[in-house]
């Protein structure tokens, strides 16, 4: 029996049978329970008393089993009773909306009241992705089946006439104020350069006095610097619907004056940024059209025209550079979108007579030198160095113009006329680009490429320039004869391509954070010229030309993999190469 005792456990209880004394419980003592006196009230020679109606310790008998049943029929009301209770909710809210806080809170932008909480979509749902490979997407020649793509799902946000009561009431401490403002100079400014830091400082410090148009333009910049942070990634959405409402209702309040305030401009230039590397590209595209007409009914692609500037514009040095610098951003985006989706320009070129923005430096110290305008630059052979966001507008313009060659060649043939010109405004464009590479590589030589984020891109932009024309020779050239000029395009592609790849590698070390909205574009193009030259010249390539070839390929991919947490872009282009 002890064997079995020792074997099975232990064959008696742990305690004897009936209660603790009451000297015992007091004391925290283990008790006998010996009767009619326990050991230890013997020891002491003081009564022993047991109360023998307590109530026993832990749940009742199925009371946790009870609960659990009562949470299970709890979750299934709320969820068939959720649109009840929102309603509900903002009857309730609708009637609190005379109250003197409220009128407090909307004393510059009316809110209308609902719940700002999303109810959770239906499994059965149909979601559609935010970045996705259109169907109709011919088969790309690079196989990467098992590419790693985040898929990113379309957010719902809020329309200006259901806009939540709770966006009213964003709360924003002062110190995030100061760190969303830093981040945004520290971050966004280097690629999106078009505000003068002390002037900026100077009227959000005058916030009881802050017009509309800068208080939209300050919840843009706090929106864009989310975007190139991991730190306030959870408040993107909170801030992005409260900008996006503010500037809606700025519109929809608006009357018809001729004046269009350039804050609003900027602010819905950082928006449009913001929409393409984090929600979707059908967004961000519709917000860039409101962009361009608002560049266009400001007139902001004439600033510097002699009618102008002998008319009192009211406006100093300062604010004209800003003015500068929002069209060339604008006028930067705009070609980035014709190049990606082969589309004809918005901001026409030859009606350009603003000059090109002087050196950031310069203007934050409030000197503003006078520099030449666009046509000047592009008839030029002047080596001379130029701002970063300058040499990104030169560069972006030598690929619009190839962009426009291309469709030229096109209705020329379609109406059966002879492209006499074809071969020399392709020379043209290449003896530009060529100039523009030399004179950033003498300019901006490599110990201080990575240290601004903008010159950085215009360097792989430039590249891409190189990679688009040689694919327009390629597909404008096939019955050519002489195939000689296009194995040097080929060539020069190839190398453009290792270069871009290069550049994106190097991009790393300055982070990800800072880079460029549409890099990946440029990481795109590097990446399928290198596959279609491994596909179409493999088997002319030695085992070491294919072993560096195949590299660059793979830190192109392995760049845009890393990129796809930042920026959607990069979500996108990766599904392309799939």
Not at 71 to 95: F, K, M, P
Not at 200 to 216: D, H, L, Q, V, Y
Not at 478 to 493: G, L, P, S
Not at 545 to 571: C, F, I, T, W
Request: net charge negative; proline share 6%.
């Amino acid at each position: 029996m002890e064997t079995e005792h020792i074997m099975y456990g232990r064959a008696e209880p742990r305690q004897q049978p009936g209660y603790a004394c009451e000297e015992c419980r007091k004391k925290k003592l283990r008790c006998d329970r010996q009767r009619p006196q326990c050991g230890a009230c013997a020891n002491a020679q003081i009564p022993c008393e047991v109360n023998d109606r307590r109530t026993p310790r832990g749940p009742k008998k199925g009371s946790i089993g009870a609960l659990r049943s009562r949470i299970v029929a709890l979750e299934r009301r709320l969820s068939t009773s959720q649109a009840e209770d929102n309603l509900a909710y903002a009857t309730e809210v609708g009637s609190e909306e005379n109250s003197p806080a409220k009128e407090k809170t909307t004393a510059q932008f009316p809110l209308p009241d609902w719940d700002v909480s999303q109810p959770e979509q239906s499994t059965n749902a149909s979601t559609s992705l935010a970045w996705g490979a259109p169907g109709t997407a011919p088969p790309s020649p690079i196989l990467f089946p098992d590419l790693p793509v985040l898929p990113t799902i379309a957010t719902s946000y809020p329309s200006p006439k259901q806009s939540p009561a709770s966006i009213g009431e964003v709360f924003v401490s002062d110190l995030m104020k100061a760190d969303l403002t830093q981040l945004y100079f520290d971050r966004v400014h280097p690629v999106v350069p078009i505000l003068n830091k002390p002037k900026t400082f100077k009227w959000i410090k005058e916030a009881n006095t802050m017009s509309e148009p800068r208080e939209c333009l300050q919840y843009a910049m706090w929106t864009a610097a989310t975007a190139f942070s991991s730190q306030f990634g959870g408040f993107q959405d909170t801030m992005y619907a409260k900008t996006r409402f503010m500037l809606d209702q700025l519109d929809l309040n608006g009357n018809d004056s001729l004046i269009c305030h350039i804050e609003l401009v900027q602010s819905w230039i950082l928006i449009t940024f913001y929409e393409f590397a984090k929600t979707n590209y059908r967004r961000g595209w519709l917000s860039a059209g409101r962009v361009f007409r608002l560049v266009q009914f400001s007139k902001l692609y004439d600033i510097d025209s002699p009618k102008l500037l002998s008319s009192d514009i009211g406006d100093d040095s300062i604010s004209l550079e800003e003015k500068r610098r929002t069209f060339w951003v604008a006028y930067c985006l705009d070609r980035f979108i014709s190049v990606i989706e082969g589309a004809p320009m918005t901001l026409n070129e030859e009606m350009v007579f603003t000059r090109l923005p002087c050196p950031d430096a310069d203007f934050q110290r409030g000197l503003v030198p006078q520099e030449s305008f666009l046509a000047e630059t592009m008839s030029s052979a002047d080596m001379r160095p130029y701002a970063p966001l300058a040499e990104c507008v030169i560069l972006v313009t030598i690929c619009s113009r190839a962009l426009s060659h291309r469709q030229i060649y096109t209705i020329e043939t379609l109406y059966s006329n002879i492209p006499l010109d074809f071969s020399s405004r392709h020379d043209w464009l290449d003896g530009m680009l060529t100039r523009r590479l030399s004179s950033l590589q003498a300019n901006y030589p490599s110990l201080t490429v990575a240290e601004d984020p903008m010159i950085l891109f215009s360097y792989m932009f430039a590249h891409s320039t190189v990679i688009y024309l040689c694919r327009i020779f390629e597909t404008l050239s096939m019955n050519d004869q002489n195939q000689t000029i296009v194995w040097e395009f080929q060539e020069r592609a190839l190398w453009a391509a290792q270069e871009i790849a290069r550049l994106a590698k190097e991009h790393e070390h300055l982070g990800y954070f800072k880079a460029h909205i549409f890099m990946p574009l440029t990481i795109y193009l590097s990446s399928s010229r290198l596959a279609r030259h491994l596909e179409v010249r493999k088997g002319e390539l030695d085992t070491k030309e294919v072993e560096e070839v195949e590299k660059s390929l793979r830190v192109s991919v392995e760049a845009l993999q890393k990129l796809q947490s930042v920026n959607n872009l990069a979500g996108h282009y990766l599904q392309l190469l799939r």
